[in-house]
T-cell receptor, first 114, second 116 residues
Framework: AQKVTQAQTEISVVEKEDVTLDCVYE???????LFWYKQPPSGELVFLIR??????QNEISGRYSWNFQKSTSSFNFTITASQVVDSAVYFC???????????FGGGTRLMVKP | NAGVTQTPKFQVLKTGQSMTLQCAQD?????MSWYRQDPGMGLRLIHY???????DQGEVPNGYNVSRSTTEDFPLRLLSAAPSQTSVYFC???????????????FGPGTRLTVL
């Protein structure tokens, strides 16, 4: 069975602080895919990044960066110099190699205060 | 392209009523699915379909029916609504996983359902 755990249910930071959202996953598959989605207050799900299990390179996109560590089954997400517009619920998700079904973590609500 | 559309956006039902949540996509995606979102539990898969005429159960299928008569549409039916079905429902679509592995799922805007 697959499982995704986001232990931080809610994080509050002040604007310009850096913040890391943790994601730990469990799977028996050797090939799998990891995703991060953002859900702003308007409610839609916004795709942020995907990573396959064979690619452990960290990725940076502007103020966002992702740290994938297969040895600890973690796929953490860091926002540098946070902004109020980053306030949202962030979901980590796992997909098997076969099939399109996503297993989601419980989400982390990030509040960035001015 | 309109992407994935869902109707209605909001719905209030009484216990025991039935209704259908509509989902449509115009991207010719083979794979479509329904998730429900509850506080603290993320999104959980209800039913999915890998093509017209083919459906299967996800993690939480009880109380829901689906059918897939066309590639574009994947309605979700609640035959007898219960308060436990109060949730936000998301429809998603993507190309089939047998194709390229980077089959990003496109999500609809969601339907907020309240069952009294």
């Amino acid at each position: 069975a697959q499982k995704v755990t986001q232990a931080q249910t809610e994080i509050s930071v002040v604007e310009k602080e850096d913040v890391t959202l943790d994601c730990v996953y469990e799977t028996r598959d050797t090939t799998y895919y990891l995703f991060w989605y953002k859900q702003p207050p308007s409610g839609e799900l916004v795709f942020l990044i995907r990573r396959n299990s064979f690619d452990e390179q960290n990725e940076i996109s502007g103020r966002y960066s992702w740290n994938f560590q297969k040895s600890t089954s973690s796929f953490n997400f860091t926002i540098t110099a946070s902004q109020v517009v980053d306030s949202a619920v962030y979901f980590c998700a796992l997909r098997r190699n076969a099939g399109n079904m996503l297993t989601f973590g419980g989400g982390t609500r990030l509040m960035v205060k001015p | 392209n309109a992407g994935v559309t869902q109707t209605p956006k909001f719905q209030v039902l009484k216990t025991g009523q039935s209704m259908t949540l509509q989902c449509a996509q115009d991207m010719n995606h083979e794979y479509m699915s329904w998730y429900r979102q509850d506080p603290g539990m993320g999104l959980r898969l209800i039913h999915y379909s890998v093509g017209a005429g083919i459906t299967d159960q996800g993690e939480v299928p009880n109380g829901y029916n689906v059918s897939r008569s066309t590639t574009e549409d994947f309605p979700l039916r609640l035959l007898s609504a219960a308060p436990s079905q109060t949730s936000v429902y998301f429809c998603a679509s993507s190309y089939d996983s047998r194709g390229p592995p980077w089959n990003e799922q496109f999500f609809g805007p969601g339907t907020r359902l309240t069952v009294l």
